[in-house]
C-alpha cells in the first residue's frame, strides 16, 4: 500500500490521542508537519490514526551516543503506547537514530506545497533502511531465546533480507535466507548483483525456491522446513517472517511511526512488488538528476511517483501543505535495473583531446 500521512497541527498545550484499532490512547503532543507521505506494501498489523502529531523518533536517548551502536538497552515505549501488547523490555541498536530530515525541493509542486524529507535511508550504509527498525526488536529477541542463526525469506533482492544477514553478523550469529526467483534461475548461482553481493560477503546461506513454489508452499511453510531442518542439526534457530512482519516487528511504529494516512491510488504500485515501468524508472532518474536524492525503485520510488502524480492530477488538496515523505531506503535495489535504466542515464563522451595537446610520457601520475 501506498499512503501518504497528514499530521494535523495542534497547538502544544492540547490533549491529543491516537485510534489504534478503535481503541483511544492519549499521544505525545509535538506537532511537526501537517502531512507525510510513506512507501508500503504490507497492510498494516494495526490501523493507525490521530489528530495530531508524534515524535518521528522518540526512542529514549543515552547520553553518550558514541558508544550505543551495537549495544542492549532497555526499551521504554513512548507514553502514547504504553498500553500495547506485547511490550518488548529491551532492543539492539542497529541504526544510527534520529535519522535527518531536511527540506526536498522537488520540481512542479503545487502552490505553496512544501516537501520535506525523512532520510531513513541514512540509518546506516550496510544496514539503511527502515527495516533496522524492525530488526532492533527482532534481534534483541532472538538473542534472549539463545539463538545461534536466523531464517528468514522475501524476493531474490530483498531488502530485508540483506539487513537480516548484517544485523545477524553484527550479533555473531548465522543467517540463513530462502530467496524467491524465477524458475529459470532457481538452479544456476544467484550472482553478486546488489543486495546479493553483500549478502554473500558476509557469509548467508542461501537457498533459492521459484516463484511458483513460493506461491504453493508459503512462506510460513517454507521457512518451517527450513527451521526443522536446522533443529535436526543441532541449531537454535529463530525465524522472522516476510519482512519482519509480525507483532513484534510492528513495535519499530512505536519508535517512527507518524500519524493518520490517506491512501494513494493503488495504481501507484504499478506492476506489482519489484517490478517497474519504463516511466517510474525515468522518474526515479529525474528527480536524482534534479534534486540529488536516490530512491529505490521498489517502494519509496513508487510513493513519490503516485504523489507525484497526484499532486498534478489533484493540486487543490495539496496546496499550502507541508508534507513529510519517508525515505525507506532500498538503494541496493537499483542495481538489479541497470539494464532498464541505462537507456535513461546517458550523459558520458570521450574527451576530444586534440591533437596540437602537447604529450610527453609520464607526464600525468595516476594514483
Wanted: aromatic content about 8%; charged content about 20%.
Amino acid at each position: 500500500m501506498l499512503c501518504c500521512r497528514f499530521l494535523n497541527s495542534t497547538p502544544l498545550s492540547t490533549t491529543s490521542f491516537i485510534t489504534i484499532n478503535k481503541k483511544k490512547f492519549f499521544s505525545d503532543k509535538q506537532p511537526r508537519f501537517q502531512q507525510i507521505a510513506h512507501s508500503s506494501y504490507s497492510p498494516a498489523a494495526t490501523d493507525y490514526s490521530t489528530k495530531s502529531s508524534i515524535s518521528m523518533d522518540s526512542a529514549p536517548k543515552t547520553q553518550d551516543p558514541t558508544f550505543e551502536f551495537l549495544a542492549k538497552k532497555p526499551y521504554v515505549p513512548p507514553s502514547w503506547a504504553a498500553q500495547l501488547s506485547p511490550v518488548p523490555s529491551q532492543i539492539y541498536s542497529l541504526g544510527h537514530f534520529p535519522t535527518p530530515i531536511h527540506k526536498w525541493n522537488l520540481p512542479n509542486l503545487p502552490k505553496n506545497t512544501e516537501v520535506y524529507l525523512k532520510r531513513d535511508d541514512l540509518s546506516g550504509m550496510q544496514l539503511s533502511g527502515n527495516k533496522v527498525r524492525k530488526l532492533e526488536f527482532l534481534l534483541a529477541d532472538a538473542v534472549a531465546q539463545g539463538a545461534d542463526c536466523i531464517v528468514t525469506i522475501g524476493g531474490i533482492q530483498s531488502n530485508h533480507c540483506r539487513a537480516t544477514a548484517v544485523a545477524a553478523r553484527y550479533l555473531n550469529l548465522d543467517c540463513y535466507l530462502i530467496l524467491r526467483t524465477s524458475k529459470v534461475l532457481v538452479d544456476k548461482d544467484p550472482g553478486l548483483t546488489g543486495n546479493l553481493l553483500v549478502e554473500r560477503l558476509v557469509g548467508v546461506h542461501i537457498d533459492l525456491v521459484s516463484k511458483e513454489e513460493y506461491a504453493s508452499v508459503g512462506s510460513v511453510a517454507l521457512t518451517d522446513l527450513l527451521k526443522e531442518k536446522l533443529l535436526s542439526e543441532g541449531r537454535k534457530p529463530y525465524v522472522i517472517p516476510v519482512g519482519g512482519s509480525n507483532s513484534l516487528g510492528t513495535c519499530q511504529n512505536t519508535n517512527a511511526k507518524p500519524n493518520a494516512y490517506l491512501d494513494l491510488s493503488p495504481q501507484a504500485k504499478g506492476l506489482g512488488y519489484a517490478m517497474n515501468t519504463a516511466e517510474e524508472l525515468t522518474f526515479v532518474k529525474e528527480i536524482a538528476q534534479a534534486t540529488g536524492v536516490i530512491l529505490d525503485p521498489v517502494y519509496s520510488g513508487k510513493a513519490a511517483y503516485g504523489m507525484m502524480r497526484d499532486m498534478a492530477e489533484n493540486p487543490g488538496r495539496w496546496e499550502g501543505r507541508k508534507v513529510l515523505f519517508i525515505h525507506t531506503g532500498g538503494l541496493l535495489g537499483l542495481f538489479d535495473k541497470t539494464e532498464q535504466i541505462a537507456s535513461v542515464v546517458g550523459n558520458w563522451r570521450r574527451m576530444d583531446i586534440h591533437e596540437s595537446v602537447p604529450r610527453k610520457e609520464g607526464t600525468g601520475k595516476m594514483f
